[in-house]
């Protein structure tokens, strides 16, 4: 009988202890922010200076440029559904640039325009530029949002008034995000 009763006690202690537990509910709230990244670097507000002479390719009247090659000039990964936009300034006087334009995540792109390379002389060179961009959405928490942009840049043949020399301009590419 002394057993049971010093039982009874340990459980009844027992009920007491489990009556005095507390319970604590949390609600976390995390802010995910948007951001768009070449290598490890956020790309707002960077700026990239290409080296001289990049992309180049060898022109004369009969045969242009001998087709020209793409040139890879982008590697972005964003977080996945950000919003974001690209545009092109060219320089040179009659010079074709592209205002902000939004790229989608699901469909690749494909942008061109005309550009006129200068020299010593007093006649460009009028070449054509060609950016073509391949998205790839996110799939996976783990994965971005990708974007992979290439430059093409051709010089229709015929051009027998351009002197002979080095031709040079730029052609800068602004990607924004919000």
Same mark, same amino acid.
């Given at each position: 009988?002394?057993?049971?009763?010093? +039982?009874?006690?340990?459980?009844?202690?027992?009920?007491?202890h489990a009556q005095q537990?507390?319970?604590?509910? +949390?609600? /976390?709230?995390?802010?995910?922010?948007?951001?768009?990244?070449?290598?490890?670097?956020?790309?707002?507000?960077?700026?990239?200076?290409?080296?001289?002479?990049?992309?180049?390719?060898?022109?004369?009247?009969?045969?242009?440029?001998?087709?020209?090659?793409?040139? /890879? *000039? +982008?590697?972005?990964?964003?977080?996945?559904?950000?919003?974001?936009?690209?545009?092109?300034?060219?320089?040179?006087?009659?010079?074709?640039?592209?205002? /902000?334009?939004?790229?989608?995540?699901?469909?690749?792109?494909?942008?061109?325009?005309?550009?006129?390379?200068?020299?010593?002389?007093?006649?460009?060179?009028?070449?054509?530029?060609?950016?073509? *961009?391949?998205?790839n959405p996110s799939?996976?928490?783990?994965?971005?949002?990708?974007?992979?942009?290439? +430059?093409?840049?051709?010089? /229709?043949?015929?051009?027998?008034?351009?002197?002979?020399?080095?031709?040079?301009?730029?052609?800068?590419?602004? *990607?924004?995000?919000?």
């Amino acid at each position: 009988m002394k057993r049971t009763a010093l +039982l009874l006690a340990a459980l009844n202690l027992g009920l007491v202890h489990a009556q005095q537990a507390a319970s604590v509910t +949390l609600h /976390p709230a995390v802010e995910v922010s948007n951001v768009c990244a070449m290598g490890d670097e956020n790309i707002n507000g960077m700026n990239i200076d290409g080296p001289a002479g990049y992309p180049a390719f060898d022109y004369n009247a009969l045969d242009g440029d001998g087709g020209g090659a793409e040139t /890879p *000039v +982008l590697k972005i990964r964003c977080t996945a559904g950000t919003a974001i936009t690209l545009g092109i300034a060219a320089s040179g006087v009659g010079s074709e640039s592209l205002g /902000p334009q939004g790229l989608s995540r699901m469909v690749n792109s494909t942008f061109d325009g005309l550009i006129y390379l200068q020299s010593s002389g007093s006649v460009p060179l009028k070449a054509k530029w060609k950016v073509r *961009v391949n998205t790839n959405p996110s799939s996976s928490a783990t994965t971005p949002d990708r974007y992979a942009g290439w +430059l093409k840049m051709t010089a /229709p043949d015929g051009q027998w008034g351009v002197p002979a020399g080095t031709y040079t301009g730029t052609l800068a590419i602004t *990607v924004s995000y919000n």
